[in-house]
Each structure stands twice: as C-alpha cells, then as structure tokens.
C-alpha cells in the first residue's frame, strides 16, 4: 500500500484510509510510477539530444516545427500555445528567445490586427530540417521502437483516455482543428 | 506522414526520408503525441493541485513523501535523486528550498560521513501527511479512475518497455533496491 502515492509503502507514517481517500493498491502505485517515471525522464532525454545536435531544446524545436508544418509557415500565438502543450507565458518567453536568434518572428495577424502571429523565417526552417532527422531518430531508439503494434495501440488508447481528464479541450480535439 | 515527428505532416516543407531516417506513420505519431500531450500537460496539473492545498510543488512533495515512507525518515541525497527521477543538482536546489521552511535538514550520513542525508523533520512529516489525501485524489481522479484494469496493465506493461530505454538503470531495480 503506498500510502503518499509515490512512496513505497514501507511504514505506517501515514493515518489509515478512509472511505473518501483511498490509497494506491500494487497495481496502481507501479502504473502511476512508470508514467511519472517517463513524465520526469524523457523529456530531459529530448532535451540533451536536441541541444546537443542543433541548440535547441525540446520545446523550442517542437514550436520551429509546428511552424514549419503550416503551408504558410505560420500560426497565431494561442494557436501556437495549444499545440505545443504550452501556457501563453511559457510560449511568449521562448518565442521570444527564438525571435532573438533569427528563427522566427512575431507580428500582427492581417487577417486580425488585434492577434499576434509568429512566422518562421529561412534560418528557422533550415534550422528544423537540419534538427528533425536526429530527434526523430530519438523518438524511435526511445519510444517507438521499445513497442510492438499492439503495445504502441494501447499506449495510445491508454493516454488518450487520460488526456480526456488531463487536458478535455485538446481530447475531443485530436486534428488539431481548434 | 509527419516529417518533424511532432507535426502534422501537411506540407512537403522538409526533405524526402531516406533510409536512416524514417519518418513517423500515422499510427506512430498518433501514439507519440498522445504521450508528448501527457508529459506536458499532466506536471502542470499536479503541481497546482499540490501548491493550492499545501504550498508545495509536485516535485517539493515527492521528496516529503519519498522521505516520509523511509522507517528512520532519511535517504542519502544520491538515493533520494534516484527515487525521485531528479538530477542531484534539481534534487539539491529543491532540498535547500525544503529545509528552509523548516521541512528536512541535510546532515553527514552516520554510517559514512563522505554522504550527506536528508532527514524528514515533524514539520515536514505533518505537511505530507496533510497533503497526501488531496495529492492522491487527484492521481485516481486524472489518471487511474480514466483506466479499467486490462488498460492499467497495458499502460504499465508499455511504460516500462520505454523505460527500459529511457531510464535502463532504474528499469532493472522496480523495488528501488539502488
């Protein structure tokens, strides 16, 4: 019985459950440690390879890279938040950092002058394309290729139904169409 | 075909793949992202809930707990960066952070002096013990409850196949026995 969720359940330094709060059996603790194990251990992964094979970290790569999926090379800044995972602030501040560096920049939507854009520039886009083969080598030497079909199916499955809890905007929402 | 692993593949913006660098197929992206959305979105999530009810972040309340369901209160810092998939050096910003407000102190390891060791305080006892029921509430609420238990067992049979990639160190010793 893990008593704190991420803990062991070596001793009774907790009170004992009752009805309304109902600790962790085996099963669940070693499911939620694997996921919390990969929500803390990947995303550093992703990180050093990106930073080391181009200066961009995880994060900064994926807006380059949203960007440079648009026919235009561009998208508006909220849009621009909700598929990268990212609040408004954190996505200001790299987008900001990325604008410093040449790869992209921020302006008046013309369609509607009260929504900011960012779009990618020549060195952005030269930058994904020189970052995307070793990330998405990355991608499989970590995750895809640890799969088979059927794992990578329930994976899916799996995560997706708790993104119905974690995040029902984006859940009901898979093509990105919002 | 997404040609950056995270887009959604609707331009022909990058290079055609060659053979070292396969792109991800549908199946392959729709599981990636499904994953990316969960590390990104659920910390987030976490964090709030913990900061709301007891003023600790996610990260702060799993070295209270780790400490916690230790019989004596105490991990060497190496053990407990281990335990709570933490760099030593995010582990010690963190710890410092921690015994300033009084919730462990950092002191030599009896056995060997070379070691330093955090020590649970009464304090730091209380605040997990008033923080766990809400904490855990929210574990059943965003991610076990979304699962019956064949989904619980895929998700962690999946989990662990990546981790044995991403943490191959961590993935040989499930018991924590490091």
Redesign the interface.
């Known amino acids: 019985m893990?008593?704190?969720?991420?803990?062991?359940?070596?001793?009774e330094?907790?009170?004992p459950v009752d009805r309304?709060?109902?600790?962790?059996d085996d099963?669940?603790r070693?499911?939620?440690m694997?996921?919390?194990?990969?929500?803390?251990?990947?995303?550093?992964?992703l990180d050093s390879q990106l930073e080391r094979s181009s200066g961009l970290n995880f994060f900064e790569?994926?807006i380059l890279?949203?960007l440079?999926?648009?026919?235009d090379?561009t998208l508006r800044m909220s849009r621009l938040a909700s598929v990268?995972?990212?609040?408004p602030s954190k996505l200001s501040h790299a987008a900001r950092q990325l604008e410093a560096r040449g790869y992209l920049v921020r302006e008046p939507d013309p369609d509607d002058g009260r929504c900011i854009r960012a779009l990618l520039t020549g060195a952005g886009?030269d930058q994904?394309?020189q970052a995307?083969?070793g990330?998405?080598?990355a991608?499989?030497?970590?995750?895809?290729?640890?799969?088979d079909?059927d794992?990578?199916?329930?994976?899916?499955?799996?995560?997706?139904?708790?993104?119905?809890?974690?995040?029902p905007e984006?859940a009901t929402d898979?093509?990105?169409t919002r």
């Open positions: 893990a008593v704190t969720a991420v803990g062991r359940g070596r001793s330094a907790l009170p309304d709060h109902r600790w962790l099963d669940e070693a499911a939620w694997s996921l919390l194990r990969i929500v803390s251990r990947l995303p550093p992964l790569y994926t890279a949203m440079s999926e648009e026919p090379g990268t995972n990212a609040s886009r994904v394309i995307a083969p990330h998405v080598a991608v499989r030497g970590l995750v895809l290729d640890a799969l079909p794992q990578l199916r329930a994976l899916r499955e799996a995560n997706e139904l708790i993104l119905m809890r974690v995040d984006g898979p093509e990105g």
